[in-house]
């Protein structure tokens, strides 16, 4: 554009093109405005030609083009000759991308953000067949005892056993607890929506030898949101994802072999040094077990390579909300009690609690779970072993009314004979639970050194 409006200026009778030239072509690296740059500034407009000059102008006019002309010389030669340049500033490498989280920013990608907790991000939503429609076995059937009465309800597309008494888990599916057999996720009242507060949670859990880097858990948000999403399942949870609903979770439970965790994401729009959240992606108040209450092995208050109960109470204190987690196993137990505190109070009224939210559970896997069992399992690559976990006698009861006891557990066995040892190249699968349920091929737990030692399962043939 200077280009354009020098050469179209006339200097007396003549154009001046080869000053104008000399200046455009001056090498870039040279950094500041030049003298020469600073002339065709003051002349970068257009301006419509003169009138053609007298013969007594023309002399003078000529002069006055020579002048302009020497002076965008000097200018020229000013420019050219070499400045000392200031020290480059080097910007920072881009982080690599992050496969698998597309459209995400950059605090989002990081292993250790928010983003990396979301069980949506690494899971399923069960929604059906063509049309949502449940094939046989598909329904979910699950028996709730709600003070003293078994009620039905649904978790479509979850594996349910023991007459729909215990669930049995395997990644990456999530699942919605539901009032009927179906996958209609954009109604609110299909959903059973238990009101917690003066309640308490009881179930019992069976691990499996659920590894670092699993994560089995059960939690409350407050979905449906208007519009499907990428999953087509209406959800929403704290970390507010670009392409799916924003809204209130709170994590009841997530966890492995290694630790338990319990996690209270409001949405109060004020968090300090994050002002673009409009929820508490980190979470606040938390709960987590110490590996001296609930790790693998005798040592510890829970050995959770065993059956143990987990009960959560809601409890009310004068209109403010504790929540109170408890996990027992033979006599012995662990206590943890989260609140009262505003961000709690904000999940009972705005969540809400007290209206009642969505119950989502579910079992997923990422090999950089270390914000949640890191100090068990440390800060490296972790591999998910996948061994099917069961969550079995679910039970919801007023607060000060008895909790129905656990069934008893099965009259040990007599004492097996030892089993042989084993020859090169018996057995063909990890399993678990007999050959109830074995690892697939590919799988992480699919190889003989793995099984019993990493994943708790025995190496048989199946």
């Not at 939503?125 to 709600?146: A, C, Q, S, V, Y």
């Not at 403010?320 to 009262?340: A, C, D, H, K, Y």
């Amino acid at each position: 554009a200077l280009y354009s409006a020098r050469t179209d200026r006339h200097v007396g009778p003549y154009r001046a093109p080869h000053a104008t030239r000399l200046i455009m072509a001056l090498p870039s690296e040279h950094p500041g405005p030049s003298d020469a740059e600073a002339l065709l500034a003051e002349g970068a407009a257009p301006r419509e030609a003169p009138p053609p000059p007298t013969r007594r102008r023309h002399a003078a006019l000529a002069a006055v083009g020579g002048f302009a002309v020497a002076a965008a010389l000097c200018a020229a030669w000013s420019a050219w000759w070499p400045r000392p340049r200031p020290l480059a500033t080097v910007a920072p490498a881009a982080a690599p991308a992050r496969v698998g989280f597309v459209g995400l920013d950059a605090e989002s990608a990081t292993p250790r953000s928010p983003t990396m907790k979301s069980f949506v991000a690494h899971s399923i939503p069960f929604t059906g067949g063509r049309g949502g429609h449940l094939g046989g076995g598909e329904d979910g059937k699950l028996l709730i005892n709600e003070d003293g009465v078994w009620n039905t309800y649904y978790l479509p597309g979850a594996k349910t056993v023991d007459g729909g008494r215990t669930v049995e888990y395997r990644p990456p599916w999530r699942f919605y607890l539901m009032k009927s057999p179906t996958t209609d996720y954009s109604n609110a009242d299909n959903f059973y929506k238990v009101k917690f507060p003066g309640k308490t949670f009881t179930v019992d859990m069976d691990l499996n030898g659920a590894s670092c880097g699993c994560n089995l858990n059960f939690y409350l948000v407050d979905m449906p949101v208007g519009f499907p999403g990428k999953g087509g399942d209406y959800y929403c949870d704290a970390q507010c994802f670009p392409d799916m609903g924003c809204c209130a979770e709170f994590d009841m439970n997530e966890g492995n072999a290694n630790v338990q965790q319990i996690t209270n994401h409001a949405c109060t729009h004020n968090y300090g040094g994050h002002p673009d959240w409009a929820c508490n992606k980190w979470g606040d108040p938390e709960d987590k077990s110490r590996p001296s209450q609930f790790s693998l092995g005798p040592g510890h208050a829970i050995d959770s390579r065993r059956k143990f109960t987990f009960s959560q109470e809601f409890r009310m204190e004068g209109g403010r909300l504790r929540v109170i987690t408890t996990m027992s196993q033979e006599g012995r137990s662990v206590s943890m009690s989260m609140g009262p505190n505003e961000q709690l109070q904000a999940m009972l009224h705005d969540g809400s609690l007290e209206r009642g939210m969505a119950f989502v559970t579910g079992y997923w896997h990422d090999p950089h779970m270390n914000w949640m069992d890191g100090e068990a399992c440390g800060g490296g690559e972790e591999h998910c072993s996948e061994s099917p976990a069961r969550i079995s006698n679910w039970r919801i009861t007023t607060n000060g009314r008895p909790v129905p006891p656990s069934p008893p557990s099965p009259a040990p066995s007599p004492t097996p004979a030892p089993e042989p040892t084993p020859v090169p190249g018996e057995g063909n699968s990890c399993c678990w639970h007999a050959c109830g349920s074995c690892s697939k091929s590919g799988e992480w737990c699919a190889q003989k050194d793995r099984c019993a030692k990493n994943c708790g399962g025995k190496w048989l043939t199946c």
